[in-house]
T-cell receptor, first 111, second 115 residues
Framework: GEDVEQSLFLSVREGDSSVINCTYT??????LYWYKQEPGAGLQLLTYIFSNMDMKQDQRLTVLLNKKDKHLSLRIADTQTGDSAIYFC???????????FGRGTSLIVHP | DAGVIQSPRHEVTEMGQEVTLRCKPISGHNSLFWYRQTMMRGLELLIY????????DSGMPEDRFSAKMPNASFSTLKIQPSEPRDSAVYFC?????????????FGPGTRLTVL
């Protein structure tokens, strides 16, 4: 079945860039997502990318997709303490509305 | 829009008691999902509905778990009898197919503690 893998923790200093990585196995993935979960809250979509794109930028966020290696990354520039959260990678096929989520990466931003 | 509404936000109960979690999806969304989140297993999809019909309940852990969606604006997840290992955060999410890559909108979750 489909599998989405990501590291569990990442610690960065405030002001540095954060890069959260994800790999997936489903070659028919059409949409790839990054969701953010703040403490005590549900997941919220940060950004998503179509599989026919290799990059998407939105303010401090840059998503890179290497479809050949099935590798997705999220770069957060100038990381702030407010960026501390759990970041989930997810993928879904075009005909499906059911995303497969990774375990989530806890981003810890320290001064 | 109020977003996905879940109640209660916190539930503490004793082993063996019945627990009912409630969800009101975003108006107009035709898909509804129930997830469970724990440290050990991460985010697990329990069941999802499309147009009020259960499509896949293969993620429901045991017969003690049941879910219903009597109409487009309400769903329940029931655990009877509850056990300590059911302690988790339960999320409801809704979506509408074809919009923004099938984005899911999550509720704030219900934190369940079974003593």
């Amino acid at each position: 079945g489909e599998d989405v893998e990501q590291s569990l923790f990442l610690s960065v200093r405030e002001g540095d860039s954060s890069v959260i990585n994800c790999t997936y196995t489903d070659s028919s993935s059409t949409y790839l997502y990054w969701y953010k979960q703040e403490p005590g809250a549900g997941l919220q979509l940060l950004t998503y990318i179509f599989s026919n794109m290799d990059m998407k930028q939105d303010q401090r966020l840059t998503v890179l997709l290497n479809k050949k290696d099935k590798h997705l990354s999220l770069r957060i520039a100038d990381t702030q303490t407010g960026d501390s959260a759990i970041y989930f990678c997810a993928e879904s096929e075009g005909g499906s509305y059911i995303p497969t989520f990774g375990r989530g990466t806890s981003l810890i931003v320290h001064p | 829009d109020a977003g996905v509404i879940q109640s209660p936000r916190h539930e503490v109960t004793e082993m063996g008691q019945e627990v009912t979690l409630r969800c009101k999806p975003i108006s107009g969304h035709n898909s509804l999902f129930w997830y469970r989140q724990t440290m050990m297993r991460g985010l697990e999809l329990l069941i999802y509905f499309n147009n009020n019909v259960p499509i896949d309940d293969s993620g429901m852990p045991e017969d003690r778990f049941s879910a219903k969606m009597p109409n487009a604006s309400f769903s329940t997840l029931k655990i009877q009898p509850s056990e300590p290992r059911d302690s988790a955060v339960y999320f409801c999410a809704s979506s509408t197919s074809g919009r923004k890559g099938n984005e899911q909108f999550f509720g704030p979750g219900t934190r369940l503690t079974v003593l």
